[in-house]
């Protein structure tokens, strides 16, 4: 196959941030009254905040803006710290850069804190570009993301490139964009999810992964 540019996910593609984002989705929700536990909140992981505050707990329109910010609430001091890469996710990126694949970060979450979370755990370094959302939780679709690297990133052929994910967004947002997918099983999106929204490989472990962007 061959390709010049990988497009990376980073909640539960890179990173596990369970911890912090289900307790920040808590922290939100119990100031409209809806206790929950941490452990159930999975569904925040990945998708726009607004859309899962909406579709899942019947938030309206005009209480979204407070929600996000109770969200950040908690995830701005602390949650954000609240998160690990993945085990070997280091060294696939190291061997990817080092096969010629440029690598380029495209996630629907606020750029200021993707960057962060790249900086801490020294990711950073094996990216060309680091493209997020804006703050504005209306405006964080992940299509907009990956137009967004693709053109910054200089891909002109999309032939040669490859989103790759773990949820339904990534697949959507790369589909829209002319891009396939590799659909990651380690993080939040079932294979059942990834496989109806589209995407063109599945990729069970960071040795799957390698051999599919590297073949």
């Known amino acids: 196959m061959g390709i010049d540019y990988a497009l990376f996910d980073l909640d539960g593609t890179l990173t596990d941030p369970k911890v912090g984002i289900t ?20 569904c925040f992981i990945g998708p726009p905040l607004n859309e899962t505050f909406s579709e899942r ?9 407070t929600a996000v910010s109770k969200f950040r609430e908690y995830f701005e001091p602390r949650g954000w710290l609240e998160n690990v890469p993945y085990p070997g996710i280091e060294a696939t990126l190291s061997r ?28 950073a370094r ?8 804006p703050m504005d939780e209306k405006k ?5 993301v990956v137009e967004r690297a693709l053109r910054e990133g200089g ?24 891009l396939s997918t590799v659909g990651v099983l380690w993080g939040y999106g ?8 589209g995407a063109k490989y599945l990729a069970a472990s960071l040795p799957e992964l390698e051999d599919i962007l590297l073949r």
């Open 23 to 42: 307790r920040s989705a808590a922290h939100a929700l119990r100031y409209f009254g809806i206790e929950a536990d941490p452990e159930t909140l999975t």
């Open 57 to 65: 707990f019947g938030l309206t329109e005009a209480q979204l803006p």
């Open 96 to 123: 990817l850069q080092g096969a010629g694949i440029r690598l380029i970060l495209a996630t629907s979450k606020p750029e200021a804190f993707a960057r962060r979370i790249m900086e801490r755990f020294d990711l």
């Open 126 to 133: 094996y990216f060309t570009l680091l493209c997020g959302a």
């Open 140 to 144: 964080a679709f992940k299509a907009a």
């Open 155 to 178: 891909v002109t052929d999309k032939s040669r490139a490859l989103m790759v994910g773990d949820r339904r967004h990534d697949v959507e947002g790369a589909r829209q964009n002319g």
């Open 190 to 197: 079932t294979k059942e999810e990834l496989e109806t929204a």
